[in-house]
Nanobody, 114 residues
Framework: QVQLVESGGGLVQPGGSLRLSCAAS????????MTWYRQAPGKQREWVAG??????THYAGSVQGRFTISRDNANMVYLQMNSLKQEDTAVYYC?????????WGQGTQVTVSS
């Protein structure tokens, strides 16, 4: 059974840091592109950052320079989030894609508040 499980969310003050993890299991994800999305209350889900199976990274303008996406060889993907802002508050989701297969995790809540 294919599963993506996010973890690492929580409550943090503005300016703080969090590291999200996404554990993929059930198949070999070595050739999958991995992406982080987020959805804030009342808003549409938006793309945050992605890393190709070859290791190329891409970031949304709103997080460029503050967030870093990475992956290892054990089906793990990470999102290091620094200098967090209140507007980063959202549920963060991990997605794995290798056309035509797409898998999503259940999400982890990140709340940035003083």
């Amino acid at each position: 059974q294919v599963q993506l499980v996010e973890s690492g969310g929580g409550l943090v003050q503005p300016g703080g840091s969090l590291r999200l993890s996404c554990a993929a299991s059930g198949r070999d994800f070595s050739f999958y592109d991995m992406t982080w999305y987020r959805q804030a209350p009342g808003k549409q889900r938006e793309w945050v950052a992605g890393i190709t199976w070859g290791g190329r990274t891409h970031y949304a303008g709103s997080v460029q320079g503050r967030f870093t996406i990475s992956r290892d060889n054990a089906n793990m993907v990470y999102l290091q989030m620094n200098s967090l802002k209140q507007e980063d508050t959202a549920v963060y989701y991990c997605k794995a894609e290798s056309v035509p297969n797409v898998y999503w995790g259940q999400g982890t809540q990140v709340t940035v508040s003083s």
